[in-house]
């Protein structure tokens, strides 16, 4: 990426009076009409910032285009009512909600519909530790859920409906 000033080492214009304690000191007249000038400089012009369209076509790529159209279209008519700023910060919000929703569902799917089960090879293995079972509490001494050697590692054959 092309540097800001095009590699030149930038330097501060303002000079001594960019500190308000050093403006305090006293400056003099040429001074004063130099900062005068620098202030006045600093003024927006009316149609400032500029929109340029092109810019957008040179920063995002047509994949980031076509999945940012949907939001894009549904804010740029929701602009007027909301105002730019706001309908900007509502973008970003719902496109985050939008991508962690989905991420959620995903995530949800996978885990209920792609279950490590004697069936396939593949898939998340859950494995969930035994509650222990302390004396003093009503279900002491508690027997073992694996009597048989075939209670081990039978990932769910022996409850299948086959």
């Known amino acids: 990426m092309a540097s800001p000033t ?11 009076l960019a500190r308000e304690r050093e403006r305090l000191m006293g400056m003099t007249e040429a001074e004063r009409q130099w900062r005068m000038k620098w202030l006045k400089d600093q003024e927006l012009a009316p149609n400032e910032p500029r929109v340029v369209p092109e810019i957008r076509k ?42 962690t929703l ?23 293995r859950v494995l969930t530790s035994s509650k222990s079972v302390l004396p003093g509490d009503s279900r002491f001494p ?6 048989l050697p075939s209670d081990y590692a039978s990932r769910g054959f022996k409850n299948s409906p086959i």
């Open 102 to 124: 989905f991420g959620a569902y995903a995530l949800t799917y996978y885990f209920k519909y792609n279950a490590n089960d004697w069936t396939r090879r593949g898939g998340w």
């Open 142 to 147: 508690k027997e073992p859920d694996r009597v």
């Open 6 to 16: 095009g590699g030149v080492k930038p330097i501060p214009i303002e000079g001594r």
């Open 58 to 99: 040179e920063l995002m790529n047509p994949i980031r285009r076509l999945y940012r159209l949907p939001l894009d279209t549904a804010f740029r008519a929701l602009e007027p009512v909301m105002g730019e700023r706001r309908a900007q910060i509502a973008r970003y919000a719902t496109g985050k909600v939008l991508i």
